[in-house]
């Protein structure tokens, strides 16, 4: 079990631990010698590193998004720790837990599923609920939807996000339905249950997030309707205008077309999913970006590239 974390990691210190290797260089020294030029996480941040004297017959073989053992010293170099590497092996995958290595929410995954599960099966006896059960029931698909990140990088980036992202939504639907009691409820919750699925099969996250070939190709929201239209089909008479808008929601989450959806929002509730999915993802953005810059000198954070904006920092608590 990983017990030391990158954020523990303080200059003049001994290091004997496990890291995900977020990036690998062979560089050449001014003596010309070779060394790697690492880049090594964890689930609580990254740390650079050098494996000076590298030598391919002599230095154990791994790659980028491999877990390694790390037996080394931690140095300051221009104010920063550095890993000095001794000693690297590369660790098989079936003695490590993900959660230890990549960014992840600060929520328990099986606790946020267990909450969707019920708040599904609260829903309305029909073909929405049983089409909601088909997929979060599929033990397949259930383990993916636990873990996968939202984003790769403007919101939500980190395993557990998808996850945190529609249970927060939902949330703030309940509210909305509550205030526009005329909507259709389910739909919405059907809608944001769905909205993202494709991320499940767009994003590998079993190592670093990366997008799968077939989802750089062919994109989150066509696969989520090709993922959607399978489990339609295995519910017998499932009705056509309700496929059909629920799919239309799909396609229009992203609100306008240069943002990349087929379709704008047509009706009432695919309007509620664009604008609750555009408003929760912002907001992540920003609590991010605060956290990120917690202890950057000055009023404003730096830019933010999602919101292409600085923005000005909250009060300090006294």
Do not use: C
């Not at 946020?112 to 049983?130: D, I, Q």
């Not at 489990?231 to 396609?251: C, G, R, V």
């Amino acid at each position: 079990m990983k017990q030391t974390y990158v954020k523990d990691l303080a200059p003049d210190s001994p290091v004997r631990s496990t890291f995900l290797v977020q990036s690998k260089e062979r560089k050449i020294t001014s003596t010309g010698g070779a060394y790697l030029d690492l880049s090594l996480q964890d689930t609580t941040g990254v740390i650079s590193a050098k494996l000076w004297d590298y030598s391919e017959r002599t230095t154990p073989a791994f790659d980028t998004d491999d877990i390694v053992q790390v037996e080394g010293h931690v140095e300051s170099y221009r104010g920063t720790p550095q890993l000095r590497v001794r000693r690297i092996t590369h660790v098989p995958g079936e003695e490590i837990n993900l959660l230890d290595y990549l960014p992840r929410t600060r929520h328990d995954p099986e606790e946020m599923f267990s909450a969707l599960l019920k708040r599904v099966s609260s829903m309305n006896e029909g073909p929405l609920r049983a089409l909601l059960l088909s997929i979060l029931e599929d033990p397949a698909l259930a383990e993916k939807y636990k873990l996968a990140p939202a984003a790769m990088s403007y919101h939500h980036a980190f395993l557990g996000g998808l996850l945190e992202h529609v249970s927060s939504l939902i949330a703030l639907a309940d509210g909305v339905a509550d205030h526009y009691p005329w909507l259709r409820r389910d739909l919405i919750v059907a809608g944001l249950v769905l909205h993202d699925i494709g991320k499940l099969e767009e994003l590998n996250f079993t190592r670093g997030f990366r997008y799968s070939t077939r989802g750089q190709l062919i994109g989150h929201i066509s696969m989520a309707l090709e993922m959607v239209q399978t489990k339609i089909h295995q519910i017998p008479n499932f009705p056509a205008p309700l496929k059909d808008e629920l799919e239309h929601i799909i396609i229009s989450h992203h609100g306008k077309l240069e943002f990349g959806s087929p379709k704008e929002p047509m009706f009432a509730e695919a309007m509620v999913v664009s604008f609750l999915d555009e408003m929760d993802s912002k907001m992540e953005a920003v609590r991010a970006q605060y956290a990120a810059d917690k202890d950057r000198t000055g009023d404003w954070t730096a830019r933010n590239p999602a919101l292409k904006r600085e923005l000005l920092k909250p009060p300090r608590k006294v």
